[in-house]
Nanobody, 126 residues
Framework: QVQLVESGGGLVQAGGSLRLSCAASGRTFSSYAMGWFRQAPGKEREFVTAINWSGENTYYGDSVKGRFTISRDNAENTVYLQMNSLKPEDTAVYYC???????????????????WGQGTQVTVSS
């Protein structure tokens, strides 16, 4: 099993940047594909981005493409989400998720992930 803890959320003005971190427990982090999702009040959980176990393959949702960047440091058991040019519509609780797999295929739906963090709030003011 793996436990995930997100951090780095907060309040930022439109156009600003934030970097979220997701720290994972355990010694097998490098065998997990990682994803970021977000959920705004009254809305379904939305795919943001994901990265495969090695970091060689990434994929982004259309709403964040070109603005957000996912990366991982397997030595530090951490995955990052760099968010630039933030918009008010990016306001949501951001969750990281994990699934143990060595596939290069990127998983984009919540049901494909086995482990979830508690979430971190990101609020973008206009």
């Amino acid at each position: 099993q793996v436990q995930l803890v997100e951090s780095g959320g907060g309040l930022v003005q439109a156009g600003g940047s934030l970097r979220l971190s997701c720290a994972a427990s355990g010694r097998t982090f490098s065998s997990y594909a990682m994803g970021w999702f977000r959920q705004a009040p009254g809305k379904e959980r939305e795919f943001v981005t994901a990265i495969n176990w090695s970091g060689e393959n990434t994929y982004y949702g259309d709403s964040v493409k070109g603005r957000f960047t996912i990366s991982r440091d397997n030595a530090e058991n951490t995955v990052y989400l760099q968010m630039n040019s933030l918009k008010p519509e990016d306001t949501a609780v951001y969750y990281c998720a994990a699934r143990r797999t060595f596939t290069r295929v990127i998983m984009t739906t919540p049901r494909e992930y086995d482990y979830w963090g508690q979430g971190t709030q990101v609020t973008v003011s206009s």
